[in-house]
T-cell receptor, first 117, second 115 residues
Framework: AQKITQTQPGMFVQEKEAVTLDCTYD???????LFWYKQPSSGEMIFLIY??????QNATEGRYSLNFQKARKSANLVISASQLGDSAMYFCAMRENYGGSQGNLIFGKGTKLSVKP | DAGVTQSPTHLIKTRGQQVTLRCSPKSGHDTVSWYQQALGQGPQFIFQYYEEEERQRGNFPDRFSGHQFPNYSSELNVNALLLGDSALYLCASSLALAAGRYGYTFGSGTRLTVV
């Protein structure tokens, strides 16, 4: 069965420093997608970054980058130059395939990131 | 361009009652998925609707049912509420044939408390 594991329940980082949030996944599919979402206290899931299983380059979106190591089945999120507004829950998720179109997302338990001034 | 709209934002119900949650997808999206997020957990997939039919379903009992309307909006119904149904219910919309990162837009959720 497909599974996402986030082993860090909580992380602290100093403002302006970089932080890495860990994510490992388990799947027997060859084609899959990996996502990171940010969830502030308001509840909305905010898309941060996406990595396709066949993408050769690590994904980057502004201050966010994804360290994709396919052989290790890991997809760690790196946030550079942390800001106070980055304090939130962060979820790693994997998309199952469903007949070539959008399958559902499988989420990890999340990591609570706290940025200290 | 409106994103995903969910109503109500908060709801308190009594055990055994029934509840209906509503979701309007992002403009241009035709697929709606529902997720349950218990406190301190990641969201869990309930089901997905496309072309007014349930296309996929997660591991949830039949007490959870849904509907999609011709305008792509959707409802989630939960019957015979249990205390364990207390959670944040998230709606996510997408375009069925979209690939890659442009898949899912989430609403802010409905927080259901069962007492």
């Amino acid at each position: 069965a497909q599974k996402i594991t986030q082993t860090q329940p909580g992380m602290f980082v100093q403002e302006k420093e970089a932080v890495t949030l860990d994510c490992t996944y388990d799947t027997s599919d060859q084609s899959y997608g990996l996502f990171w979402y940010k969830q502030p206290s308001s509840g909305e899931m905010i898309f941060l970054i996406y990595q396709g299983s066949y993408d050769e380059q690590n994904a980057t979106e502004g201050r966010y980058s994804l360290n994709f190591q396919k052989a290790r089945k890991s997809a760690n999120l790196v946030i550079s130059a942390s800001q106070l507004g980055d304090s939130a829950m962060y979820f790693c998720a994997m998309r199952e395939n469903y007949g070539g179109s959008q399958g559902n997302l499988i989420f990890g338990k999340g990591t609570k990131l706290s940025v200290k001034p | 361009d409106a994103g995903v709209t969910q109503s109500p934002t908060h709801l308190i119900k009594t055990r055994g009652q029934q509840v209906t949650l509503r979701c309007s997808p992002k403009s241009g999206h035709d697929t709606v998925s529902w997720y349950q997020q218990a406190l301190g957990q990641g969201p869990q997939f309930i089901f997905q609707y496309y072309e007014e039919e349930e296309r996929q379903r997660g591991n949830f009992p039949d007490r959870f049912s849904g509907h999609q309307f011709p305008n792509y909006s959707s409802e989630l119904n939960v019957n015979a509420l249990l205390l364990g149904d207390s959670a944040l219910y998230l709606c996510a919309s997408s375009l069925a044939l979209a690939a890659g990162r442009y898949g899912y837009t989430f609403g802010s959720g409905t927080r259901l408390t069962v007492v």
